[in-house]
């Protein structure tokens, strides 16, 4: 019925209506490098027991993997998508190391292999609020897993009309989503991604707890308050800047939010992404997208050293992506209930500082690796330690470096297919957090082995 209802309903556009095509790829039929772990295609619907998930941003790097995994996990999946990351793609000249396939295509090929009905509408939920409430409204989800924002920090400080993108967009997706959910009227769990930045890196001066601290105020009152924010860029703003607006709607609406605060994803596809070359994911490898791992491991492959920002001494966290997944689908399964304040995870497996990721990358490949001066503004060195107890409590299991050799050989075998996809010139990120680093960067490279860097 519903389906039926979609193709005429306010909230449906044609996807000619779109303001640029996505990029359309030939069919694909050869596998993918096999994942060594690919696990069979769960029965569709789990005895009744799925649920209608929205994932906003569904087309996107932690997105299409997400959307495939609770599909196949027997939730009902509706992908809504801008394609925005395509044509930021368009607009920096720059593209997925991997072929990746028309959210079309990709959905298409799911339903074909798995049996399951995923859909896919093109919107952009920051703009295009009515449809979105009329969506909701008329397809009544759970859950909506929340994607959908613009996600580089360097990006976000290239200039200053992707500054004012990034807070229009992901503030106005944010904002339209709660919103939206308490005009419609409906008890929808919100699941978001947040990140590690919103805490600052190391700031607390101990283990960062998951979302909130105890304080001790003057006169010696005590709380628990929402960690302090100290994002170190305009997109890290942004993610602050959710967080207080979840925090308002949870408690004046008693809206269920889980907000998730990530590290760094690295890898590129999953057992399930795996399974046909159409379902492939996203890889990005370009200075402004590229995310630290990733891009050492594309590096390594298509013989471009390592580039190290600063000494390396910068300390962040990780997660795999399939790691990202099943996270998502545990804080899908594990609500908040109404007027409880916003639950806060850390979604992160470890943490590992740069230039020690350099050298594993380094003595794995034989890449060298390059100090460069660093773009951004943020401490030269720094220590972190973070919680993750309620995901662990949950069952998970994370993905350890140590223990991933296979899974970096992965991402490199897959970086050494499609290098010949990459474009060198983009590598290097051309976003200066300020005019103090984009001076201090004219000119300033060291080449060195990977040994001489730790
Ligand atoms: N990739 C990481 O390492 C990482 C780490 C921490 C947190 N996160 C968070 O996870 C989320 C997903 O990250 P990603 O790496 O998949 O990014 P991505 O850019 O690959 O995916 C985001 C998707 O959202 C879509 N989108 C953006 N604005 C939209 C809008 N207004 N309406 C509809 N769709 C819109 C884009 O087209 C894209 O497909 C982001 O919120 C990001 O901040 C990512």
């Known amino acids: 019925m519903m389906l039926l209802a979609a193709a005429t309903s306010a909230y449906h556009l044609p996807s000619a209506a779109r303001a640029a095509p996505p990029l359309l790829l030939p069919r694909a039929p050869a596998l993918m490098v096999a994942h060594a772990e690919a696990p069979p295609l769960e029965a569709a619907g789990r005895g009744g027991k799925g649920k209608k998930v929205f994932v906003l941003g569904g087309d996107g790097f932690c997105g299409w993997p997400t959307a495939v995994h609770l599909s196949n996990a027997g939730h009902d999946v509706v992908i809504i998508d801008n394609l925005s990351r395509r044509k930021i793609d368009l607009e920096l000249g720059c593209e997925s190391l991997t072929p990746i396939s028309s959210p079309e295509v990709r959905v298409a090929a799911w339903n074909e292999l798995s049996g399951r009905n995923m859909r896919f509408e093109y919107m952009d939920i920051a703009k295009e609020y009515d449809r979105f409430l009329q969506m909701i409204k008329e397809e009544k989800p759970d859950t909506m897993v929340h994607f959908a924002e613009q996600r580089a920090a360097p990006y976000s400080m290239k200039s ?72 170190g860029s305009v997109y890290h703003a942004t993610k602050c800047l959710d967080a ?98 916003v639950k806060i995870l850390n979604q992160v497996a470890q943490t590992a500082r740069v230039r020690d990721l350099a050298q594993l990358i380094g003595s794995m490949t034989g890449a060298k690796v390059q100090l460069t001066a660093n773009p951004r503004a943020e401490d030269a060195e720094n220590e972190l330690e973070v919680s993750n107890d309620q995901f662990k409590e949950m069952g998970l299991d994370p993905i350890l470096l140590d223990s991933a050799a296979g899974l970096l050989t992965e991402v490199q075998e897959i970086a050494t297919k499609y290098q010949h996809r990459c474009d060198r010139s983009k590598v290097v990120s051309k976003s200066f957090w300020n005019k103090g680093t984009a001076k201090a960067a004219e000119g300033k490279t060291v080449d060195v082995g990977a040994k001489t860097v730790v």
């Open 244 to 341: 207080l607006l979840f925090q308002f709607y949870a408690k004046n609406d008693q809206l269920r939010i889980t907000d998730l605060h990530q590290g760094i994803v690295w890898g590129t596809n999953t057992p399930l992404t795996s399974k046909d070359e159409r379902l492939c994911n996203r890889f990005d490898y370009d200075g402004e997208y590229g995310t630290v791992l990733n891009r050492f491991l594309m590096q390594a492959a298509c013989g471009i050293p390592l580039t190290v920002y600063g000494t390396g001494g910068q300390t962040r966290a990780f997660i795999h992506i399939t790691d990202t997944c099943k996270c998502i689908e545990l804080a899908v399964n594990n609500p908040p209930v109404g007027g409880e304040r």
């Open 160 to 231: 200053g009309a992707t500054k004012r993108y990034t807070v229009e967009n992901n503030v106005g997706a944010s904002h339209n989503a709660v919103c939206a959910i308490v005009e419609s009227g409906l008890d929808i769990h919100l699941v978001h991604l947040g990140t590690m930045g919103v805490y600052g890196y190391g700031n607390s001066g101990g283990k960062i707890p998951e979302g909130y601290i105890d304080v001790t105020l003057p006169g010696g009152r005590e709380r628990n308050i929402l960690h302090p924010a100290y994002p």
